[in-house]
């Protein structure tokens, strides 16, 4: 069952975390769990890195939380502290892999999880499909902020301050993805026509 909280609760929730009420932390990760899995499984197929990282950013917070500073973007913070650890542990596991640094570009990619794929209509698939043709076709950067913006439901603004951009390069980014999947998806519809007209 998904849990949603609003913002007042939230903000309630992370004082009385960070006053060492376990149960608030427990609370915020179940309504934040799902949403920080998604984003963070669009970056590896392995599912138990996404799972450790998630398990080891509660276990962070709940150690430092007298120092953790207040904050009114709970989900915000959420997300850009999951992005650090699993950029720092993805680049671990390469350099033990190969021996060498990995670049920050990390693979974006838009891999859907069996619970999601059990519970999406036939008619959803295909149409899901089709757009994850389309957004592979952008750049990475791109991808990212169309996951963060129509998935996420996160303004520009808070999509800057995840990715450590300013709000007009995330607009500029956003446009210029906006325009490509246009223009993609009707390449795209043309060609299906003609295969299957």
């Known amino acids: 069952m998904k849990i949603t909280l609003l913002h007042n609760e939230e903000e309630l929730l992370w004082q009385r975390f960070k006053e060492g009420?376990?149960?608030?932390?427990?609370?915020?990760?179940?309504?934040?769990?799902?949403?920080?899995?998604?984003?963070?499984?669009?970056?590896?197929?392995?599912?138990?890195?996404?799972?450790?990282?998630?398990?080891?950013?509660?276990?962070?917070?709940?150690?430092?939380?007298?120092?953790?500073?207040?904050?009114?973007?709970?989900?915000?913070?959420?997300?850009?502290?999951?992005?650090?650890?699993?950029?720092?542990?993805?680049?671990?596991?390469?350099?033990m892999l190969e021996s060498e640094d990995l670049d920050e570009d990390l693979p974006f990619s838009d891999h859907t999880s069996a619970e999601s794929t059990l519970i999406e209509s036939e008619l959803f698939q295909e149409n899901a499909g089709k757009i994850k043709v389309v957004l592979a076709k952008l750049p990475k950067r791109q991808q990212e902020i169309i996951f963060l913006k129509f998935y996420e439901g996160l303004s520009n603004d808070q999509i800057a301050e995840i990715l450590t951009m300013n709000r007009q390069s995330v607009a500029n980014l956003l446009h210029r993805a906006l325009t490509s999947l246009k223009t993609n998806w009707f390449s795209l519809a043309k060609m299906l026509l003609f295969l299957w007209g």
């Open 21 to 95: 009420d376990s149960g608030a932390l427990g609370q915020l990760s179940r309504s934040h769990y799902r949403a920080l899995f998604n984003y963070a499984a669009k970056f590896t197929k392995d599912r138990e890195i996404v799972r450790d990282c998630i398990q080891d950013l509660f276990l962070e917070l709940w150690e430092r939380r007298e120092h953790l500073t207040e904050t009114p973007f709970v989900r915000i913070y959420l997300i850009k502290s999951l992005r650090n650890n699993l950029f720092r542990k993805l680049r671990q596991e390469r350099w």
